[in-house]
């Protein structure tokens, strides 16, 4: 029985080619909007601490968007969605926010 960490790649074109990041600018002038997730996601753990990526469409656009597990916007959506990551798909209301002179989206 052969086994091994190499697979066949699940999307033919350059399945590591992510998403551009979401960023405050994809609300424009009113800072609000909807985020709808996709209900795909993957692992993130960057020097600002471990979370997920979830893929999401803003106003048409596919983006990535990182949300750490020690954020309120995780609790608020683990609150929203649950523990399966199945359901972790449909519209979220966001608005960005403030915090130490840097913007961010906020779950609201």
């Known amino acids: 029985m ?3 960490l190499i697979r066949k790649p699940e999307k033919s074109e350059s399945s590591t080619d992510y998403h551009p990041w979401l960023t405050p600018e994809a609300f ?3 800072g ?3 985020v709808n997730l996709l209900g ?3 692992a993130s753990n960057s ?3 471990e979370g997920i990526v979830l893929d999401v469409k803003v106003n048409g656009s ?3 968007w990182t949300v750490k597990y ?3 916007n995780y609790s608020r959506l683990h609150k929203r969605f649950g523990a399966s990551e199945k359901n972790w ?3 979220v209301k966001v608005e960005v926010k403030e915090y130490r002179g840097k913007e961010y989206i906020a779950v609201v």
């Open 2 to 4: 052969k086994t091994g």
């Open 28 to 30: 424009g002038k009113s």
């Open 32 to 34: 609000k909007g909807t």
């Open 40 to 42: 795909t996601m993957r």
């Open 47 to 49: 020097q600002f601490g």
């Open 62 to 64: 596919t983006f990535s």
């Open 70 to 72: 020690s954020s309120p």
């Open 89 to 91: 798909k449909g519209p």
